[in-house]
């Protein structure tokens, strides 16, 4: 976007990279800046004012500047370097994409500096400039010795265990080994690896693209964004290819936001519509109420169009009114979440990956409202999956004293292990918790939402705590803090609950047999 990349004659020109952020972030930068413009004179700048600069390194010697945004970055030395070269600027964003701020782009320019994702402020939202990657990796698995031939389609690689999708779809993959024949087909993020790991041992074939990169305001198209943001023709090809050459016996899709891509089975892991329906009434805004009629007309069209559909409770199954409706619900490896010893007074955890907006809202909850309510001795474990600070919506994100954020954590069982309490503040909610369960198989007590534990059918007092707004949520997490009678009652009783109800080994036999019907 108009970057001088050679050196004029006869003058010596410079690039003057602002360290202005933390050290890693100044080294990816300095690092993309050298490669971009070789043919210049680089120097690194860790303070100056303008006055100080401007002597040593005149207006008409400087080719670029370049500085970071977003949180923990000096906001003056960012400064600084708009005021050295106006025009010239390379700002870099906490995400590590880039753009050049220029006064002929001065909203899509005003956007990104305030924090605005770069595929997100074209200044002609109604033009799709989407980035579609051609790149495709098969991968050959073991041979399953028999059952129904099932190409499964999801949005993302459902390993490492990052998430609960990802847990579920796992999960039940590694049940059904044996029992069906798996095709799996699965998105990669930009920068991710294709390693399918384990998953090459309970399926046949695996089938990788790689996610488009979406260029186009979220708002400026009748489909829903998410469902835009996962439409490529790599993986339509490879998708509407199974069903013609007929390898196949059934087409699972995973995720309402894949639906577009048709098949035989939809899995709900949300009920969408009806958690925008529950953020509109929350918010009470245009942008809401456009989110939630665009999911409304697009989830009740898709719906009609499969042979059957899977939701995760009798709540959901209700909303979507299908005339093929089945309740797999989540589950949870019992054998891998089991309650163990080593709890610290006043620890609480959530677990809730940010690339699910109702996490972060919880996490939002945590750290505003609910945090300033606790008194001392309180320490806050939140494990927010990969990236937190791309997914995160809302800026910056608050990371007050006592509070631990973390990204992934291969091995969450520890966590709960440590945790004293458990909190799930979700205020909207669709579908069903898995960290819930993991949380009621080790045998803690929780206090949640309604929302948080929807679908469980647990009841307050006996398997949960359940509570509604900072003061509720105080008062709970404070009672049960000092009574451990109460804490060990509810964690035994939600274990119970889990054992009867929520084993992963049941709920994949179900599955199956859906698939044996279908084929």
């Known amino acids: 976007m108009g970057l001088n990349t050679g050196r004029s004659t006869g003058r010596r020109r410079y690039v003057l990279v602002f360290a202005n952020g933390p050290e890693a972030r100044v080294r990816a930068m300095q690092a993309e800046v050298e490669a971009l413009l070789p043919g210049y004179e680089h120097h690194l700048l860790r303070e100056g004012s303008w006055l100080e600069l401007i002597e040593r390194f005149p207006p008409f010697t400087i080719a670029h500047t370049a500085a970071l945004l977003g949180a923990g970055t000096d906001a003056a030395l960012r400064r600084t370097a708009l005021a050295l070269a106006p025009t010239r600027l390379l700002a870099y964003d906490e995400r590590g994409d880039r753009l050049h701020l220029h006064p002929r782009w001065p909203l899509k320019s005003a956007l990104f500096w305030h924090g605005v994702p770069v ?3 074209g200044w002609r939202p109604w033009r799709d400039e989407t980035i579609h990657y051609k790149e495709k990796w098969e991968f050959a698995g073991k041979a399953q010795a028999a059952g129904p031939r099932v190409a499964l389609l999801s949005p993302y690689l459902p390993w490492p265990l990052a998430h609960g999708g990802a847990v579920r779809i796992y999960s039940l993959l590694k049940e059904a080994a044996g029992e069906a024949r798996v095709h ?3 998105f990669l993020e930009e920068g991710e690896a294709p390693e399918p790991g384990p998953l090459l041992d309970f399926c046949e074939r695996i089938t990788l693209v790689r996610k488009p990169k979406y260029g186009r305001w979220s708002w400026a198209s009748a489909r829903p964004a998410a469902v835009e943001e996962f439409r490529t023709p790599a993986m339509e090809a490879a998708w509407a290819g199974v069903a013609a050459a007929r390898e196949v016996d059934v087409r699972q899709v995973e995720f309402t936001q894949l639906a577009s891509y048709g098949g035989d089975v939809l899995v709900e892991h949300d009920i969408t519509m009806d958690l925008a329906r529950q953020e509109y009434e929350r918010r009470k805004s245009g942008t809401a109420w456009w989110d939630w009629w665009r999911w409304r007309r697009y989830e009740e069209r898709v719906l009609g169009e499969y042979r059957a559909v899977v939701v995760m409770s009798e709540k959901d199954r209700a909303q979507v009114a299908h005339p093929n409706s089945h309740v797999l619900a989540n589950g949870v490896d019992l054998e891998r979440f089991q309650p163990r010893a080593g709890e610290e007074d006043g620890h609480l955890l959530f677990l809730g990956s940010f690339r699910h907006y109702p996490n972060a809202l919880a996490y939002r909850f945590l750290a505003e409202e609910l945090w300033p309510r606790l008194g001392e001795g309180w320490h806050l474990t939140a494990i ?4 937190p600070e791309q997914y995160y919506p809302f800026g910056r994100i608050p ?26 503040p979700t205020p909207v909610s669709a579908g069903t918790n898995i960290k819930a369960l993991e949380a009621m198989a080790c045998g803690k007590a929780i206090v949640a939402t309604p929302s948080g534990v929807n679908g469980l059918g647990l009841t307050h007092g006996r398997e ?15 009672q049960l803090r000092s009574d451990s009678q109460l804490r060990q009652s509810l964690g035994q009783a939600a274990r119970a609950k889990a054992e009867a109800e929520f084993g992963w080994r049941a709920i994949a036999a179900r599955q199956v047999e859906l698939w044996k019907q279908l084929a």
């Open 464 to 478: 949960v705590w359940i509570a509604e707004g900072a003061a509720e949520f105080a008062r709970a997490c404070e």
């Open 119 to 121: 595929s997100r402020v």
């Open 399 to 424: 990371k007050p004293p006592g509070v631990d954020l973390r990204a992934f954590e291969p091995r969450v069982e520890d966590w709960y292990a440590r945790a004293q309490i458990v909190v799930i």
């Open 184 to 186: 799996l087909f699965a």
């Open 384 to 387: 927010a999956g990969p990236q």
